[in-house]
């Protein structure tokens, strides 16, 4: 039998390795020169005059760029209902109300239809998520921001490289923030960056990641206010740096992967199949719905089955309102009836840069021969 085939796999080379190990024997390992380099070489990347600064995880990143935003007690913000929790436990770690908006069964991004309803006086902000890499609807987005006066906190953890009419992600909009956890586009083993337009407001986030401390001309530090721990170290920023070198072609492989997908999926009436999108598509995950009542098993019964047969499958992901926590506050998971079904239905398949096109027919070849 061929090797087992994981949903997910970072790509890292021997020469990364190599790179890491000279950071490891230059004796400055934590934040250092190449944090400055990785900073330098994402703005470059991105473009735009944007500032970029990294942190230990996007989560991090959300939680303080929402804090930068103003967001804080008493405050509501936008959410998909469909999107991994950190997306609303950061709203919630702020003080500020998640309010969730559904999704789109197709493109598992926010119904823009539904965002201008769910704005009260008491919104200050909206958090789109670029789901599984493809770009929600920017003009419409940004035209209900500026109609409302909203801030935008953008999740684009699955969306670095991902471009929205031929403009990178990050490269326009507020505040766009990144993910580098091993599971996503590229990896510095944890990790995130924030792309901001005002390079006032990208100081704020070196203060924030680094216990609010700010050095006076002489060199002397001061702190501003009770800033958190979140600076990357040099030996993850080298494993950014040689990742975002590869980043284009790992995207341009997960496109084609796609394309296999469908290729191989288009009539097979047992999987629902995501909207397709354009070649701005980064696809993070290629992600299938599929009815398990109607196939007579249980989605970890499913996963079971297929892992048996050599092929691994994640869950991305049960809907936020969904979850004990959520519940518990009194959100009801039906309220976002797209999300409910989505969370209840959703597999990602394997998809990762080293994969081969026969990879994706194995897939194919199992998901046939287990469903009707
Ligand atoms: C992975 C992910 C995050 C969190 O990223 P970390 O870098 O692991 O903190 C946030 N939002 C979404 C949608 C994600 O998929």
């Known amino acids: 039998m061929s090797a087992f085939l994981p949903f997910t796999r970072p790509s890292i080379d021997e020469a990364s390795i190599a790179a890491v190990a000279d ?3 230059s004796g400055q390992i934590a934040s250092g020169p190449k944090v400055q380099a990785f900073e330098a070489a994402l703005a470059a990347y991105i473009g735009s005059g944007r500032h970029l600064r990294v942190m230990t995880s996007a989560t991090a990143g959300l939680e303080m760029a929402l804090e930068v935003a103003g967001v804080g007690e008493g405050d509501e913000v936008i959410v998909p209902a469909m999107s991994f929790a ?20 197709y493109t598992r991004n926010l119904n823009m239809d539904l965002v201008r309803p769910a704005i009260t006086s008491r ?39 991902s471009r929205y009419q031929g403009k990178l992600i990050g490269s326009f909009g507020d505040l766009v923030v990144f993910s580098f956890h091993p599971n996503k586009n590229m990896t510095s083993i944890e990790g995130g960056a924030i792309a901001a337009a005002d390079p006032r407001e990208a100081q704020l986030f070196e203060q924030y990641r680094f216990h609010g401390i700010q050095r ?27 990742q975002l070198r590869r980043l284009d072609g790992f995207n341009a492989r997960r496109l084609e992967l796609a394309g296999r997908y469908f290729e191989a999926l ?18 993070h995950m290629f992600q299938v719905l599929i009815d398990f009542p109607k196939q007579g098993m249980t989605r970890p019964e499913f996963q079971k089955r297929l892992a048996e047969r050599g092929i691994g499958i ?27 079904r989505v969370g209840r239905e959703t597999v990602t398949l394997p998809l990762f840069p080293a994969m081969t096109d026969d990879d994706v027919l194995r897939v194919y070849r199992e998901l046939r021969d287990l469903l009707h």
């Open 23 to 25: 950071v490891f024997r």
């Open 86 to 105: 950190a997306s609303a436990n950061v709203i919630a770690r702020v003080g500020a109300k998640p309010v969730f908006v559904d999704i789109d069964l």
């Open 123 to 161: 919104t200050r902000a909206i958090m789109p998520v670029h789901f599984a890499g493809l770009p929600v609807d920017m003009d419409a987005l940004y035209d209900i921001a500026s109609q409302h006066g909203l801030r935008v906190v953008e999740d684009a953890a699955h969306a670095i490289g």
């Open 216 to 242: 006076n001309p002489e060199g002397e530090i001061d702190v501003m206010f009770p800033g958190a721990k979140s600076n990357l170290t040099d030996v993850a920023a080298q494993v950014g740096l040689d």
């Open 266 to 283: 288009e009539g097979f009436s047992s999987v629902v199949l995501p909207a397709r999108g354009d070649a701005g598509h980064s696809w």
């Open 314 to 340: 994640g869950v991305h992901y049960p809907s936020i309102p969904s979850l004990r926590y959520y519940r518990d506050q009194g959100y009801d998971p039906q309220a976002t009836p797209v999300a409910a």
